[in-house]
């Protein structure tokens, strides 16, 4: 009887402990750590591609190519989202404050005006613009060419990071490559091609440039050498002979100089004959003044001495 109430209690012990192991097996199975995305390195090709619309009360599409987010993140993450943004012209991300996170801004090119609760700033590639728990920032692209940078959001002092987005849902589109990637390669390309362009056209103008000069060079030398030959007949035609188209004679500077004197006495021999006529033609005038003049002063006193025989005849 002993032995029968002894078995039963061990084996009543047995099963204790046993249903007890099980129960602390399973326990330990239904705690599952969370998983942890262990890369280090995300390739753009394989990057999630997350556009919003409107973010914090802003403007415009918020262009993403993302290597996780803040849904991907696990609770001892420190970074809980990182990737590169693209604002198009005119768009904006409205200002908002940071409750349990910090986000950064690295702008990789375009132009962007960075506003916090007091400032604005306008930021450039290379530039870095950060906002802690408490703060508030927004970004508008006031440029003309698209606003790319990458976002860093964080969480702070272990707190989980609060998402705040107003706009709605992310559009996940893994193993795809966004639309971000895409726009940078197309950028790349046309860089190479307008690169590959400016170096054939560069070409082209030194040609061109080379070409002109050697026109112009020789433009030079023959006005140059024209000059020399007109020079040269020139002199010739001073020093030698030259025959006179009127009288088919040959005329030297001796007897050239003659007959400039003779040509000149002519000339004053002609205006002394010139001074005569018209000394002559004044004398016959005067003449012919003073004799109507007489005539004139005849008849004047002709006709005082009529009036005054008619006066003592009444």
């Given at each position: 009887?002993?032995?029968?109430?002894?078995?039963?209690?061990?084996?009543?012990?047995?099963?204790?402990?046993?249903?007890?192991?099980?129960?602390?097996?399973?326990?330990?199975?239904?705690?599952?750590?969370?998983?942890?995305?262990?890369?280090?390195?995300?390739?753009?090709?394989?990057?999630?591609?997350?556009?919003?619309?409107?973010?914090?009360?802003?403007?415009?599409?918020?262009?993403?190519?993302?290597?996780?987010?803040?849904?991907?993140?696990?609770?001892?993450?420190?970074?809980?989202?990182?990737?590169?943004?693209?604002?198009?012209?005119?768009?904006?991300?409205?200002?908002?404050?940071?409750?349990?996170?910090?986000?950064?801004?690295?702008?990789?090119?375009?132009?962007?005006?960075?506003?916090?609760?007091?400032?604005?700033?306008?930021?450039?590639?290379?530039?870095?613009?950060?906002?802690?728990?408490?703060?508030?920032?927004?970004?508008?692209?006031?440029?003309?060419?698209?606003?790319?940078?990458?976002?860093?959001?964080?969480?702070?002092?272990?707190?989980?990071?609060?998402?705040?987005?107003?706009?709605?849902?992310?559009?996940?589109?893994?193993?795809?490559?966004?639309?971000?990637?895409?726009?940078?390669?197309?950028?790349?390309?046309?860089?190479?091609?307008?690169?590959?362009?400016?170096?054939?056209?560069?070409?082209?103008?030194?040609?061109?440039?080379?070409?002109?000069a050697r026109k112009e060079a020789k433009e030079r030398a023959r006005q140059e050498k024209k000059a020399r030959e007109e020079a040269a007949r020139q002199a010739k035609k001073?020093?030698?002979?030259?025959?006179?188209?009127?009288?088919?004679?040959?005329?030297?500077?001796?007897?050239?100089?003659?007959?400039?004197?003779?040509?000149?006495?002519?000339?004053?021999?002609?205006?002394?004959?010139?001074?005569?006529?018209?000394?002559?033609?004044?004398?016959?005038?005067?003449?012919?003044?003073?004799?109507?003049?007489?005539?004139?002063?005849?008849?004047?006193?002709?006709?005082?001495?009529?009036?005054?025989?008619?006066?003592?005849?009444?």
């Amino acid at each position: 009887m002993k032995k029968k109430l002894a078995l039963v209690v061990g084996l009543l012990c047995c099963s204790i402990l046993t249903g007890t192991a099980f129960a602390a097996s399973n326990d330990v199975k239904g705690i599952v750590a969370p998983k942890q995305d262990t890369r280090q390195v995300y390739k753009v090709e394989k990057m999630i591609q997350v556009d919003e619309n409107n973010v914090s009360k802003g403007r415009g599409t918020l262009h993403g190519t993302m290597a996780f987010v803040r849904e991907d993140a696990t609770e001892d993450d420190a970074i809980k989202e990182i990737g590169t943004r693209l604002l198009n012209r005119g768009d904006y991300i409205g200002v908002h404050t940071l409750n349990s996170e910090e986000e950064a801004y690295i702008i990789i090119s375009g132009t962007g005006l960075y506003t916090n609760s007091k400032t604005e700033t306008i930021v450039t590639k290379g530039d870095v613009a950060m906002a802690r728990v408490g703060q508030s920032h927004g970004l508008r692209n006031i440029g003309y060419d698209p606003l790319v940078f990458i976002t860093v959001i964080a969480k702070n002092e272990g707190n989980a990071a609060v998402w705040t987005d107003t706009s709605g849902e992310y559009s996940h589109i893994r193993e795809f490559r966004g639309e971000v990637a895409l726009q940078r390669e197309a950028e790349r390309q046309a860089e190479v091609q307008r690169a590959e362009a400016q170096i054939k056209q560069d070409a082209i103008d030194k040609k061109l440039a080379e070409k002109k000069a050697r026109k112009e060079a020789k433009e030079r030398a023959r006005q140059e050498k024209k000059a020399r030959e007109e020079a040269a007949r020139q002199a010739k035609k001073n020093k030698m002979p030259v025959a006179d188209n009127v009288s088919n004679t040959v005329v030297t500077p001796a007897n050239a100089a003659d007959k400039k004197n003779k040509n000149d006495s002519e000339k004053k021999n002609r205006n002394s004959q010139q001074d005569k006529d018209r000394n002559s033609q004044l004398r016959e005038a005067q003449a012919e003044e003073a004799v109507w003049e007489a005539k004139q002063k005849a008849k004047i006193s002709e006709a005082n001495q009529n009036s005054s025989g008619d006066f003592f005849a009444i």
